[in-house]
RNA sequence: GCCCCCGUAGCUCAGCUGGACAGAGCAACGGACUUCUAAUCCGCAGGUCGCAGGUUCGAAUCCUGCCGGGGGCGCCA
């Protein structure tokens, strides 16, 4: 709010000057001696103002001494023109206010249903194994993804596709096959430990396929449940064999003039489409290939009423994004409504030392192994500590510890004190007077006036981890926010002897908002906000 | 050969649509506990932002090339 103020009082300022039209972007500049916000107009509009930057600079300010913006103390010009705003503690009282007015349930908020109605596919790994660790970066990224779109605004639902069919589940099918009548695994077959131990599972006479599938889909949804993650649909491929689904598909693009038929095979022409060659979509065999019944899919997807669709990869298929856009063109789409998040590989460490490939599934550690090991919150937030963009490397020894450099525990510790001191409050029978009876004035201590500037960056914060699809500024913002935190619970005691009871009673309320903030970051996270630890 | 991601402090990483002397945690060193969790806090130290050009009043950030690391280029999924 106080942002919006201090930007239309430069914009009529500029005006006054004659100079309208101008986006005045507002900043929070890196040092705080560089005040509260600043802006940089005067040197992106001096060219077109036909001044020079700090003489239309100082033009602004003078304007704006005597506008009477709230909260505004002194303005000043820097550098090569820059306005940098001085405000008076009041702003990040009334923050406060804001924080704890809106609470756990409207904090970051955008009005509901403002923004668009999202389809996140996720994971989607074949139901032929256990899910490892580097699905679960997927899967982690893009539940918290989801969290924070729906906070900022969208309908969003959450999405697996099982490949419950196709080349893949048949060879899985025969290696189990093949355990169970006793013979050898075939040359092309899954080598796990995992097959050997489900092909002895299965029961006699069991239909390996379908067994082995559902046994798969079992391990999968628990490897999910434990992470917290839960979807709103498991979409079957099989599904739209059966309704007609793909031959549907086949047919629309037929239509559209965009399929070929040739060496026996039908092709899509994919290269009209941004493809560097065009791909088979029904084999010479008759077979489909896997990306007819992914058009399908997100045929399907379009006509549920999505209106964008974001499917998260891991990096071993970003070759596949550009004829999976493709195909969505050649349905007739925009390709930007389907977008593809690719998250780069985890490499694993136990105190320094590269965790081999599991002997269970002869890939990356499996998923619930880790859990086993570090919890469901510290893989979750270890997995959202970084952009998707960088390969990331995990101590499972560094995470698993309840120690300093563990920064899930760090964060959830602040969680857990702000909850002590209210705790605390409660045993000593003080009881919090209504938020608006109390004088927040008193909070001025540097330890207090930086949680509560951290507080004020969440708006922008979360609105920019949505944008740009990137949890991460979340994980990042939610540190800062415990650490301002840890700060002040060490030098401001809230309740005790010699504190005057006006400062307790406007401390529990900044308590009270650090909660909310804490409480909000770590929830779009996934990750749990304990109240004791 | 072509495509994608990355290359910032000893280590792991932030760095917003380009902006003011490059940030955090860990590790190292030095401090701080009679009161709400010391599982914390404070201080000090540490960087040619891979290299070379370009655009700009201004580049870690945008563009080009090169070097290095990783991933991908099937009538497998």
Sequence with gaps: MIREQ???AVRQALVDEGVPDVEVHLERPARLEHGDWSTNVALASAKRAGRNPRELAAAIVARLESAG????????????????????????????????????????????GSGHHICVEMISANPTGPLHAGHARGACYADALANILTRTGNRVQREYYINDRGTQLDVFARSLAAVRAGEPIPEDGYGGEYILEWGAEMPPGADPLEWGYQRALAEIRGGLERLGIHMDHWFSERSMAETG???????????????????GAVWLRSTDFGDDKDRVLVKSDGEYTYILPDIAYHRDKFGRGFDLLIDVFGADHHGYVTRLKAGVAALGH????????????????????????????????????????????ATRFTYL???????????????????????????????????????????????TRPLGEVDLSVLTGERELAVLRSLSEFDEVIAMAARERAPHKVTTWVRELAAAFHGFFHDRYVVGEGIPPEVTQARLWLVEAARVGLAVGLGVLGVGAPEKL
């Design 69 to 112: 913006v709230p909260h505004l103390r002194e303005v000043e010009i820097a550098g090569p023109g820059f306005i940098n705003f001085r405000l008076a503690p009041s702003w990040l009282h009334e923050v406060l206010t804001d924080v704890v007015e809106r609470g756990t349930e409207a904090f970051g908020a955008s009005e509901p």
């Design 385 to 431: 500590l970084q952009s998707i963009d960088s390969q990331q490397t995990v101590d499972l020894a560094v995470i698993a510890a309840n120690t300093m450099d563990n920064p899930v525990f760090y964060v959830q510790m602040a969680h857990a004190r702000a909850c002590s001191i209210q705790r605390k409050a409660a045993s000593e029978g003080i009881a």
């Design 334 to 377: 925009d390709p930007d409504e389907l977008e593809v998040r690719i998250t780069q590989i985890v490499r694993l460490e136990r105190e320094g030392e590269e965790v081999k490939l599991s002997k269970r599934t002869g890939e990356l550690i499996e998923l619930t192994a880790m859990i086993d090991e570090v919890g469901a919150d």
């Design 6 to 8: 201090l930007a239309a």
């Design 245 to 263: 689904a793909i031959e549907q598909t086949l047919a629309d693009l037929r239509e559209r003039g965009v399929v070929y038929d040739a060496e």
